[in-house]
């Protein structure tokens, strides 16, 4: 039961991390940015964001355990979610560049021309579903590194 509680508790701080990653991504793309731009920088927002509520709310020190040093942990927790936006990266390109799906959503974009929404053009529309196709593929990988590695604690050592 305390293992689903913590990932419901990693969910809620992914809902958080997603939401910071995600706005910060379509704002850029929606500039027309480059979608590997867009991506590293709402990756590195919310990195940030996952270390703090992780380290205070998810994977909370436990006193008689060893102490985890901070800058360690926010190092392990870059690595963690590195290895996760690097499979985001190549599926981007894979969804994007290999599949070209923006093709496949030129219809709903001309529909949404026709409703007065032109920004949501089909390369827009193919970059932002691209990225809601990965979170669903790369989320588990990321609790899994961050519990059994990056806030993971030792025994104490006897003095």
């Not at 703090?52 to 690595?79: A, G, H, P």
């Not at 799906?101 to 529309?125: H, M, Q, T, Y």
């Amino acid at each position: 039961m305390k293992n689903v509680k913590q990932f419901l508790k990693f969910g809620l701080v992914g809902l958080s991390n997603t939401l910071i990653s995600e706005l910060v991504y379509a704002v850029i793309v929606c500039l027309k940015g480059h979608y590997l731009l867009a991506s590293v920088t709402g990756f590195v927002l919310s990195i940030f964001n996952a270390y703090y509520w992780n380290n205070r709310y998810v994977f909370k020190e436990d006193n008689s355990l060893e102490k985890r040093v901070w800058w360690k942990v926010l190092i392990k927790t870059f690595i963690a979610y590195l290895w996760g936006f690097l499979a985001n990266l190549l599926l981007l390109v894979f969804w994007i560049d290999v599949l070209h799906i923006a093709n496949d959503l030129e219809p709903a974009a001309k529909l949404l021309a026709s409703w007065g929404i032109r920004f949501l053009d089909a390369e827009v529309l193919g970059n932002l579903f691209a990225e809601g196709i990965n979170l669903i593929l790369v989320l588990p990988m990321n609790y899994l590194i961050n519990k059994l590695w990056a806030y993971r604690q030792g025994s104490r050592k006897n003095d």
